[in-house]
């Protein structure tokens, strides 16, 4: 279940990032039928937006900017805020640096294997959120069999028994990794495919580089923008989540959200709204952060080129 | 022994042979083409010599020392690749100094080498360029540029010129020749395309099927083509199946014709042959003037009708079908064709010398027919 309008924002940005970009845009004048559809689909977004700061900001027959200070008074929301971006930073580091080199090196050395990863990147949309949660709690929870043992090599007892890691954020963070593979693999692994990856790596070779460095100075920056697609996609993924942890007991911004609506439904709607603005502030200091990044933008406008070549 | 060396090396992938037993030799200096239809393992070879395939069986050596074991990143080579494979996010300055960074070579030294390296591709206005903004001509230079950085001691070219357009592949294949004569560089080149092999190689190794077919300088491959398949698939040539009638007295039976070929001192009467006349030694003349002086000529003299008549610029490419149905080729410099047209009588003429006589097996009119369809 996913919780909060800042899911809208960021995908609509993650999906401009991807999309290949074309030289007439501009040209086009005229009021025809595609303004039309923009328009609709505007309004389409941002109607629920305005509705939902009106409804935050009504007393009934006037507007009241009160419940905004009322908001940030409460200690709750600075905590469970700053707990759901310490999760949604951590869980999106941890899948980029997980993925990415995983899909390089499968692109690279293993290229039969790809179906199956893909398979497996697939598989978190048909396990609902609340199997992979109770899944979770059972097998961290110390009680797990020992297939589970074998199979993961003992790291599931020792985690579990050593770490006693159950209901805690760092496996809130690797189930949030898990939940958020789809979006993390596809568009890493689609902008691996733009660029010809094989023949790059090769030539990096063939000038006495080895493989990371091949990786972090070539491969890395030509594919930029798929993996700040996956940031923000894993970004808002988490932020929004709200099954698992509840099912973990960690007090997140959205079990906040949800507990605030069921008393203050007017508090409710303007947290949703600033909960939209923070997050779209956030996604776009990481687009800011990375077009000024020496080379990004460049990067970001080859994969298009390489792309067509 | 010679500089590269590639000693008895083969490569499978799976149940395929990709590389079937190539002993290989190049010299310091040399610059070497591995030419050969799609499929035939040069292209093996030569990543098997950049370190990006390891041999199934067998040995590199370069200067004395054994590298087959060696990883690609830690030897003396400079590849260039048939899509560029320049870094896109870098300029054409910084694909060149991508190498001497790993080399940690001083900073002025770099700036230095560049310099000099885009001023002998012709780039020197071009440093600050992204490969986007540059032509394909142009980041192929960049790409040599960038494999010549690393000063190498072998320069692999896996079929640069191939996504180039007709004109820029003459002009730059001309500039890599210079280059590597220029460098005094040994080179190993991969191409299908035998013009381009015959016109800048020192040796060409003629491939097909995992092996070597011949290994010889271009004017010998071209010539005296020491098998079916270098014959058929270096130059064009017409070809004419039939059986020595005599061997000491260059006598060879087609169909119900009798031509003269030179007298071949390998093959005995009977054997089967292939007979490669190429269409630069084949004259053409109008059957009502060439007359009954034909009769008394030596060589061959074989009537038919003009079907297709090319200009080609410095010569005119005629199709002629003979009386049997066969159909050959005749190039004739353009001043001399004016008068010849199509749907007209000829005598197609051919000297004993001009003919290359093979034996011919099974095995080896298999390989012919795949070169003519290929072709095709």
Redesign the interface.
Known sequence: MQVGPGNIAQRAVADELTRPKRKDESRRGGFGLDKVALALVMLYMLVPLGATLAFGLATGTSFDFSTFSRIFSDPDFSQTLLTSLELAFGATILAIALVTPTAYWVQLRMPQLRPLLEFLSLVPFAVPAIVLSIGLLQEYSGTSGSLISILSFGLVPFMSNTLNIVSTPPLLVCAYVVIALPFVYRPIDNSMRAINTTVLTEAAYSLGSGWWRAFLTIILPNIWPGVISAALLTFSTVMGEFTIASLFNIYTFPIYLNGVGQNDPHKAASLSVLSFIFTLICVLGIIVLVRNRRGGAQAANQVDIAGVK | MAFLELENISKLFGRNTAVDHVNLAVEHGEFLTLLGPSGCGKTTILRMV???EVPSEGYILLDGEDITQR?????P???V?Q?Y??????TAEQNIA??MN??HVPRETIQKRCAELLELVGLSEKGRS?P?QLSGGQQQRVALA??L??EPKVL?LDEPLSALDAKVRISLRNEIRRIQQQLKMTAIYVTHDQEEALAISDRIAVMAKGKIEQLDQPEEIYSNPRTIFAASFVGSSNQFRGKLASASQGLCQVGNHLLHIPPATNLKDGDAVLVLVRPEEVNIEAAETAGDSDANTTGNHIPGVIELRTFLGPFTRFHIRTEEGVSLTADIPSQQARDNYVAQHVILSFAPEACQVLPLDSEDAKLVKQVEAEAV
């Open positions: 950049a370190g990006f990883a690609a990143s830690k030897r080579m400079g590849m690749f899509s494979a320049l870094f896109p996010h870098m991508f190498g790993i080399k992204f986007h960038r494999a950085a690393v692999l």
